[in-house]
């Protein structure tokens, strides 16, 4: 089909479109009238259109989509479109930034993440155990950075030296041991994701509940 | 200028008669905001566009200037944004895809993995495609045409999707043929006054939902699907649906013909199927 013919049937059919979800209803043999050399691609739109894009899916029917399919087919068909692209990895040094250098503030991160601003700055800080934080979470983060999922996990258990107490070296054959940041050895004991979502005084019932549910689902007890 | 209110000013400065009878904004509208915009890569530009309140059709406009510019980055943001924006519409469509389909324990993922993957593809080939104007004018309808042309070619790869022909040389009952000449009424929820022996054909569109009914319609070869349609949704006499299409009443008898005996074979194809397991 050419262009000039797909431009034509997109227009008739937009316009049957509109109709039809201004609550008018069109009659499709009034089309055909005025637009008979276009009957065949109207009708098979017009029937495809009730089919699948005018049904409504009964509630909950969009449970148990897995919400990774979504980022991994837009991998796919970036790495197919565009395959010669570097792969550009940046080490993430903190959640206020973005990918491309834009700055986000806290309230920003908490909305993103569904969190309240007092855990986003535990968060920020890596106050949090990396093993208790949940994978959802890790997504959101990733979403919201642009950064690789990888590359979250990795800043999160960044201060994770042999186990969940901050400050205790793990040294590998020859290597001298490692100078630490000041901040780190006055790091307060850290506490898990569970906990501080408990804790927190910001966040409503609501969220609390939806967090126990999430962590509940990934085993995060 | 403030970004948030971009979008605002430039519904408001539009008189209501530059709203086309659809109430549809026209694409002067789309080309304006895109222009109101802050300049390209600054970061009140990407607030704008992160917003959530910009035109899917204003974003294209922006995704193929960074395209023609040699902007990845800023052209695989973009992407991003649009594609987030309609995942959720997205989702439910391949939902609805599949709901249709008998599906083995453990493929549904790999089928909805493909589905979508095919999809997005099929999209970001399209938003690429500057020769494509309508998605700067109207968005929402590419993508339904979009998820058409994917769902018709994702059936056929997977098998799914046999063309309903007429075999040759299969006898079809006289009392079908002769019942078809009785007049006819459908289309709007009532019971269809069919007179056939064959009760089966009779049944056929009480037993299946319409959706799906509507998904075997769309299978039929094109001459058919027009008249089955015009009859059984809009409730059109054979003499009307004649006069729409140009053609005999004849004609409209015979087509009909054809297309109930290939839709009473597929779903007794269908129900064979199940019974075997």
Redesign the interface.
Known sequence: MD?EHD?AV??I???Y???VQ?GRQP???DY??RY?QY??AI???????????G?E?EEG??EG??PE??D???A???L???PL?PVRLKPLTTLLVES?G?PLTLSQLAAALEVSEDISLLLERRSIRSATLPEELLRRVS?RL?QPLNAVSTYFAALEYGGDEPGKPVSRIAENRARYPSEVERQPQRCSFREAVEASPQLSHEQKARWDAILKREGLE | MEVAGVVEMVYASKESDEWDREGILPCVAFDELASHLPSYASSAFWQAICAGDIPLEVLVHWLRKAHRAGDAQGRNRIVEIIFRRTQASNERWAMSVLRALTLPGGERHAFLYDLCADLYESVLRALLDEKRLFWEENFLHCLYFERKHVYRAFMRREGRWRELDVQKGKRIPRALVASLDQPTRLADGEVLAVDVEDERAANMFHSVEESDLLLLVLRLPDRLKAVVFLIFWEGRSEKEVAHVLAITDRTVRNRLRRAFQLLHDELERGREGMSDG
């Open positions: 262009r431009e997109l227009r059919t937009a316009s479109v509109a109709e201004a009659r499709v043999s055909l009238l008979p009957a065949n009708v098979d739109f017009v029937i495809y259109f009730h089919a699948l894009e049904y899916l029917a969009l989509f897995p399919i979504a991994m087919a837009l796919r068909v970036k197919r479109l565009f692209e491309d834009l979403r642009r």
